[in-house]
């Protein structure tokens, strides 16, 4: 393992890039040496509490800095314009999801990426629950999956820390199925393996994003159903079930998860280092050194994602 600091590049300084900034700013093997985005505000803004760092409106000034990593955290259409030129000039990439919007930049992207040390920014790659419900189908504890329910719902489209993202709220780049359903497509997709669709529907009131997704899809001969909305009444939800024979999880709110073996839920006791956007970098400082992990999403794992999120575009 190389003991220099990664020097690292931005681009994007929305929620996630200005979170990748903090995070790799306070991680001993980072250096953040450049970024830019193109709102000049942001730029005076981030320039004045990180003096250090090279700030700029012109993205291709990071792509064309001595960095040895460039974290991407544009929006989705943007990404190949973005990933694929970082590639080529032996840069590492780590990107934020989904891979892209379309089938031709995603296929760009997987060529570009032959050989260098490439990630995708999915939450749950790392996340404790993740770790548990995949050794308790390892184990056996599961016994016959049955099925897998996704359920979605935001009284409010974007939520409220991105309400400054324009484009995620409209239908080009946007979209909750975009946006959040990716992350549990992910999530199928790592425990169960490779998704195919069956049927899906978008259901929207005016130009904006979808208001309402449905989907049924399978993974191998498992029927995995995803329902959502957009713009009702309730809570937000965020849940993903998994229904064994022996036992069923239920993953609510990215973290809380818990588990069934008769007729209720019964919270289970995770115990760990949960994972972050910190335990995801040093991650993928270990693939730069050679040693790649499964709790990494590749390129691969997300164009199989992005198949399957743009098919409910494809058919709406």
Same mark, same amino acid.
């Given at each position: 393992?190389?003991?220099?600091?990664?020097?690292?590049?931005?681009?994007?300084?929305?929620?996630?890039?200005?979170?990748?900034?903090?995070?790799?700013?306070?991680?001993?093997?980072?250096?953040?040496?450049?970024?830019?985005?193109?709102?000049?505000?942001?730029?005076?803004?981030?320039?004045?509490?990180?003096? +250090?760092?090279?700030?700029?409106?012109? /993205?291709?000034?990071?792509? !064309?800095?001595?960095? @040895? #990593?460039?974290? &991407? %955290?544009?929006?989705?259409?943007?990404?190949?314009?973005?990933?694929?030129?970082?590639?080529?000039?032996?840069?590492?990439?780590?990107?934020?999801?989904?891979?892209?919007?379309?089938?031709?930049?995603?296929?760009?992207?997987?060529?570009?990426?032959?050989?260098?040390?490439?990630?995708?920014?999915?939450?749950?790659?790392?996340?404790?629950?993740?770790?548990?419900?995949?050794?308790?189908?390892?184990?056996?504890?599961?016994?016959?999956?049955?099925? +897998?329910?996704?359920?979605?719902?935001? /009284?409010?489209?974007?939520? !409220?820390?991105?309400? @400054? #993202?324009?484009? &995620? %709220?409209?239908?080009?780049?946007?979209?909750?199925?975009?946006?959040?359903?990716?992350?549990?497509?992910?999530?199928?997709?790592?425990?169960?393996?490779?998704?195919?669709?069956?049927?899906?529907?978008?259901?929207?009131?005016?130009?904006?994003?979808?208001?309402?997704?449905?989907?049924?899809?399978?993974?191998?001969?498992?029927?995995?159903?995803?329902?959502?909305?957009?713009?009702?009444?309730?809570?937000?939800?965020?849940?993903?079930?998994?229904?064994?024979?022996?036992?069923?999880?239920?993953?609510?709110?990215?973290?809380?998860?818990?588990?069934?073996?008769?007729?209720?839920?019964?919270?289970?006791?995770?115990?760990?280092?949960?994972?972050?956007?910190?335990?995801?970098?040093?991650?993928?400082?270990?693939?730069?050194?050679?040693?790649?992990?499964?709790?990494?999403?590749?390129?691969?794992?997300?164009?199989?994602?992005?198949?399957?999120?743009?098919?409910?575009?494809?058919?709406?």
């Amino acid at each position: 393992m190389s003991t220099d600091p990664i020097r690292l590049g931005i681009v994007g300084l929305g929620a996630m890039g200005r979170r990748i900034l903090e995070v790799a700013h306070t991680h001993p093997r980072y250096a953040v040496t450049h970024a830019a985005d193109l709102d000049e505000a942001t730029v005076s803004r981030l320039q004045a509490e990180h003096p +250090v760092v090279l700030f700029s409106t012109t /993205p291709a000034d990071v792509l !064309r800095a001595d960095v @040895d #990593a460039v974290y &991407v %955290a544009t929006p989705p259409a943007t990404h190949a314009g973005l990933v694929v030129p970082a590639l080529d000039g032996g840069k590492a990439v780590f990107c934020e999801k989904p891979l892209a919007v379309s089938a031709e930049d995603a296929e760009a992207m997987m060529a570009a990426s032959a050989g260098r040390p490439t990630a995708v920014n999915f939450a749950l790659s790392d996340r404790l629950a993740t770790r548990y419900v995949e050794q308790a189908l390892a184990d056996g504890r599961v016994g016959d999956v049955l099925g +897998v329910e996704i359920r979605l719902h935001f /009284p409010v489209w974007p939520r !409220r820390f991105q309400a @400054d #993202a324009a484009w &995620v %709220a409209g239908r080009a780049q946007g979209g909750f199925v975009r946006e959040v359903f990716s992350h549990f497509a992910y999530l199928t997709d790592r425990l169960l393996g490779p998704l195919s669709v069956v049927q899906t529907r978008l259901d929207h009131r005016d130009e904006a994003s979808e208001s309402t997704a449905y989907g049924l899809m399978l993974a191998g001969d498992i029927p995995v159903v995803l329902t959502g909305s957009a713009g009702a009444a309730g809570p937000t939800t965020y849940e993903w079930i998994l229904r064994g024979s022996h036992q069923s999880f239920l993953l609510r709110d990215w973290r809380e998860l818990l588990v069934a073996e008769g007729d209720e839920w019964v919270p289970v006791e995770l115990a760990g280092e949960e994972g972050s956007e910190y335990s995801r970098l040093s991650l993928f400082a270990d693939l730069m050194d050679g040693k790649a992990s499964p709790e990494l999403a590749d390129f691969a794992a997300a164009r199989r994602v992005q198949r399957v999120v743009e098919s409910f575009h494809e058919q709406r």
